[in-house]
């Protein structure tokens, strides 16, 4: 290996039934280098990923450390990390009802001479690591008093400690804001001037130029490219995930015609849920797609939750269709024609062990009741319809949802939704966690759906993205509605608003 490489991995390959996961793939990391790891979902990032911590097993290929002298072969995440290579994901690992201490060294606390915990000594050093990672926390608190950034880095000090060469960062900064980006890049910063070498997986563009110096692009399985961060502006990044040239996604909305009526679909009048989101009014015309804008806990999800059912109003009044309605629970919000695509796709969204076919018949069959079972032929027909409808990359209608990327996983919920025929859809951040091709396509879809006279709220943390698709948006504060826009929405106007601006 070069004298400043930690990790090689080459020519891996590995296959799953009906599909080709890696194809011969390359990859190498620097010491001391931030390098992203970029492809749409179902690129192979994932596969690659478990390659090197052991989780699959490839078929083809080697992998060199630095160190060690003979090709690694990881049968665990436990050997992967004896090797130096750990990783942090999206949903963080560790026990929240245990001390950010005892986290730290689960399984490897010191222990006094007569063989106990010697909880002294590992108090003092886990304070010691997070004050040199520049985290501020009590180590003998729980980590469940944390936020999410908060527990993230107690997992990346956790790696660090365990003198980890290779840090892999698996979407760490999907469900953060702004601030608590950038206290995680702060530290990504720190741990790469100690020539740790990070793989950065995202989403979000303007992330890897803002932290990264590498980028290895990944499409269908095998490799693009490895680039410089200056050799590859946004475009080109763009145009190497998708394997053609893209207009990053500006004329999305040019040919969109005025789908919006004058009907009313829905109408909340000082509707609310105490303690999640203050009574608000709301009017939802048919053909509509209303933007939800605001910062992660301004209330946005909680607003919809109360107009669906998922958390029951306790205030105000809902009409449905101009018919003054009471919603208890989704299964009255389902029977009245609405739909709704959940934030949390892992937790609210996929039933991972059911197939895909399952997974798409399943809001259609409730709403029919256990007495109107769907024939099987009835099942096949519905699910081959929207695989192909939403060109969701599957081998088989059978196969395990929990198999499929984290992209194609959304569509298979969307696609659960629009089996129901549903006159009023709520997609609370439809395309958070998937790449750009994706995005684009939910993003044309929803307008199509407007166009056929469905209304749309779309929540989104991008503000971009909104400006793409909503005609008016709702801005969000500390669980209150502030401000209703629309005419010509701007970023500007939008981040104004939700900065607590006079923009009314």
């Known amino acids: ?59 083809e290929g080697e992998i060199h450390v630095d160190g060690i002298a003979e090709p690694v072969r990881n049968h665990s995440t436990k050997d992967a990390q004896e090797v130096g290579i750990s990783t942090v994901y999206q949903e963080v690992n560790l026990c929240p009802n245990l001390s950010v201490a005892e986290n730290l060294f689960i399984g490897r606390e010191p222990l006094t001479k007569f063989g106990t915990i010697d909880r002294k000594a590992y108090t003092e050093r886990a304070q010691k690591i997070m004050d040199e990672l520049g985290i501020a926390v009590d180590v003998q608190r729980n980590l469940e008093n944390y936020s999410l950034a908060i527990q993230q880095m107690v997992a990346i ?20 804001d702004d601030e608590e980006v950038e206290k995680l ?45 200056v050799d590859l502006p946004r475009l080109k990044l763009v145009a190497a995930m998708m394997g053609k040239d893209f207009d990053d996604l500006k004329s999305i909305k040019s040919d969109e015609s005025n789908t919006v009526s004058d009907e009313l679909i829905i109408s909340a009048r000082g509707l609310g849920h105490t303690g999640t989101v203050k009574p608000f009014d709301l009017d939802i015309h048919k053909g509509e797609v209303i933007g939800v804008g605001g910062l992660l806990g301004s209330g946005r999800s909680e607003l919809a939750r109360s107009i669906y059912g ?19 629970q989704p299964i009255d919000a389902m029977n009245l024609g609405m739909g709704m695509l959940p934030d949390d796709r892992k937790a609210e969204g996929i039933i991972d062990d059911l197939s895909i076919r399952e997974n798409i018949i399943l ?84 307008l199509e759906l407007a166009r056929e006279g469905k209304s749309i709220m779309f929540i989104s943390s991008e503000i ?27 970023e500007e106007r939008v981040m104004k608003s939700i900065a607590g601006g006079d923009n009314k």
């Open 1 to 59: 290996m070069e004298d400043n490489v930690v990790l090689t991995a080459r020519q891996i390959s590995m296959t799953f039934p009906g599909v080709v996961a890696l194809d011969h793939v390359d990859f190498t990391l620097r010491k001391g280098e931030i390098h992203a790891l970029m492809g749409e979902n179902g690129a192979g990032k994932s596969t690659l990923i478990k390659c090197l911590t052991g989780i699959n097993d490839f078929e």
């Open 157 to 176: 000090a956790r790696a660090v400690d365990m003198d980890c060469k290779v840090l892999i960062l698996d979407e760490p900064t999907s469900s953060l």
């Open 185 to 229: 890049f702060n530290v990504m910063r720190m741990l790469k001037s100690k020539g740790v070498g990070i793989i950065f997986v995202t989403h979000f563009l303007e992330q890897v130029y803002a932290v990264c110096d590498r980028i290895t692009v990944l499409r269908n399985g095998r490799l693009v490219g490895e680039y410089p961060i």
């Open 310 to 328: 998922a958390d029951k109003a306790n205030s105000g009044t809902l009409k449905v269709k101009d018919q003054e309605v009471k919603i208890n």
């Open 363 to 446: 809001a259609l069959q409730s709403k029919n009741g256990m007495f109107k079972l769907m024939t099987r032929q009835q099942q096949n027909e519905l699910a081959d319809k929207y695989i192909e409808l939403l060109s969701i990359k599957t081998p088989s209608r059978e196969t395990l949802v929990k198999q499929l990327s984290g992209g194609n996983q959304q569509k298979v919920i969307l696609a659960r939704w629009l089996a129901t025929n549903p006159d009023f859809l709520i997609l609370d951040e439809p395309t958070r966690g998937i790449d750009v091709g994706t995005k684009t396509e939910i993003q044309k879809l929803v």
């Open 464 to 490: 971009s993205e909104m400006l793409r698709t909503c005609s008016r948006m709702i801005i969000m504060r500390d669980g209150e509605k502030v401000d209703e826009l629309d005419g010509d929405l701007t």
